[in-house]
């Protein structure tokens, strides 16, 4: 196991679980980009002092701009040359990583959904690079992948984020309450901010769904692992709804016999592969101009 793997056994156990599907050589180029952002998403979250953070994403975004980022990025160094992920996709996570630095919480849905695209949508991007998927109709599938498990991770850690002054909950979606309200909630928050969270779960599954579309148009063992995956994180929010869990209760996760549980189902349901996807217009409606998000 290289030391990559092991960055997403440890921080990453749903997408760690359902790598066990591919082959040894996809396993490793998804590795190596799980250990890339899960490094720069670490240098945000667990720096002492901002100042040191942003100088740091600064130098790699200066790299990037002047076309060195591959000589900064290790991670991507054992990957041919030709399949290391697109410059202006790098720019863009950078970007999304520089928000939470001077985090402010979105006022609407469409800032959130740019946030998720900038911060998963490109990662479904540069799986793309990696694997050498370049048909962009399948792209724009990875995008809504992306965002769908960005959400599930924002409905899932509210608590959490709450803690360290954040709050991805869009303002207009939860009267706008303050950073207390979500730390110390009366009745009337947890309802507010509980029915917030549950139409951001039902708003993922489209993006599921719609990322579930491209999925099925790749080859069969790297479908068979993608599908997993998805089955897994969209559980998470399934669970959360089903079990009627409040966002400031413990967090939810899925045992691993859930886990088994969903994995057998995924294999035992055929997937529906459709020759020509028709992708949901409204889901790129806040996402104009970004990389990818035109066909």
Same mark, same amino acid.
């Given at each position: ?21 591919? /082959? ?54 054992? !990957? ?9 996709? !790098? ?8 928000? /939470? ?38 792209? +724009? ?5 992306? &965002? ?5 991770? &924002? ?11 954040? *709050? +991805? ?22 309802? !507010? ?21 491209? *999925?099925?148009?790749?080859? !069969? ?14 559980? &998470? ?15 939810? +996760? ?42």
């Amino acid at each position: 196991m290289n030391n990559y793997s092991k960055v997403m056994q440890e921080h990453g156990k749903s997408f760690f679980w359902a790598s066990w599907f591919l /082959d040894k050589n996809t396993a490793n180029k998804l590795f190596a980009v799980y250990a890339l952002c899960r490094r720069l998403d670490d240098l945000v979250d667990t720096s002492n002092e901002n100042s040191e953070a942003k100088e740091e994403i600064a130098r790699v975004i200066s790299l990037t701009n002047n076309n060195q980022y591959k000589e900064t990025f290790e991670e991507f160094k054992s !990957i041919d040359s030709k399949l290391h992920p697109r410059q202006d996709i !790098i720019i863009e996570f950078l970007k999304g990583q520089l928000s /939470d630095l001077d985090f402010r919480q979105p006022n609407d849905l469409g800032q959130l959904l740019k946030y998720c695209y900038r911060v998963a949508g490109v990662v479904g991007l540069m799986i793309c690079d990696v694997l050498d998927i370049r048909d962009s109709k399948l792209r +724009y599938f990875a995008i809504d992948f992306g &965002i769908a498990m960005q959400l599930t991770n &924002i409905c899932r850690d509210i608590k959490e984020d709450a803690q360290i002054g954040r *709050i +991805y909950l869009p303002k207009n979606e939860t009267a706008s309450l303050a950073i207390g309200n979500f730390r110390s909630p009366s009745n009337t928050d947890l309802i !507010i901010i509980n029915s917030s969270r549950d139409k951001l779960i039902k708003l993922a599954d489209e993006y599921y769904q719609s990322g579930m579309y491209g *999925i099925n148009q790749l080859p !069969i063992k790297i479908k068979r692992s993608f599908r997993v995956a998805s089955n897994i994180y969209q559980g &998470i929010g399934h669970k959360i709804l089903q079990k009627r869990c409040s966002f400031n209760e413990q967090r939810v +996760y899925l045992s691993k016999f859930e886990k088994l549980n969903l994995t057998i189902k995924t294999f035992l349901k055929r997937s529906k592969s459709i020759d020509r996807p028709l992708h949901q217009k409204k889901l790129h409606a806040s996402l104009q101009n970004l990389p990818d998000t035109d066909l």
